[in-house]
């Protein structure tokens, strides 16, 4: 067997030899490991009121493209500054259309900061045709440099997000 015998060093002369197994070292490892992973998986994350939770293992990108039905291609400052252009591309034409819903509008916001910019939406374009596969662009004003070149900003379309695009 693999026991190691430990020896009672202690000069009381009252005890023998202890035997250690490997074996529980490796099974303590384990829990440790496996509280661990379940701590992480639970532990901390809490979706915000209003905002529709994706399951974990369901790449956020996808979830949301199949939510509002367009894939995001890039976030730039245009106009000088003045203006941040969030280019689409549509997936799905009728699930598209919320992208430009009079009632609850496209959201930007800043990570650093969490301010936040509403996509002005004209009450016409909502009812405008979307074609599969051809872009298009929410354009959100920059009020007071709102955001500059490199940084992170959160889209909110609908109930959904797309978290971490970066302003080119």
């Given amino acids: 067997m693999n026991e190691t015998t430990l020896s009672d060093n202690d ?3 009252g005890g023998g030899a202890r035997k250690f197994n ?3 070292l490796g099974a303590i490892l384990l829990l440790i490991v496996v509280a661990w992973i ?9 979706t915000p009121a209003g ?15 199949e939510a509002t039905g367009i894939q995001v291609i890039r976030a730039a400052l245009i106009g ?5 252009a969030v280019h689409y591309q549509v997936l799905d034409p009728d699930k598209s259309l919320i992208t430009h819903d009079v009632e609850d509008p496209p959201v930007l916001t800043a990570e650093a900061t969490d301010r936040s910019v509403v996509f002005p939406v004209p009450a016409h374009t909502g009812l405008d ?11 959100f004003p920059n009020t007071s ?14 109930d959904v997000q797309l978290q971490h695009l970066i302003i080119q």
């Fill in 11 to 13: 000069g009381g002369g």
């Fill in 38 to 46: 379940l701590y992480a998986q639970v532990g901390g994350s809490q």
């Fill in 80 to 84: 000088g500054g003045g203006i941040i």
């Fill in 51 to 65: 905002v529709a939770e994706v399951a974990s293992d369901v790449d956020p990108e996808i979830a949301f493209q």
């Fill in 129 to 139: 045709p979307r074609e599969t596969g051809r872009g298009y662009n929410l354009l």
């Fill in 22 to 24: 490997p074996l529980w």
């Fill in 145 to 158: 440099n709102l955001v500059q070149r490199g940084d992170k900003v959160t889209l909110e379309v609908g």
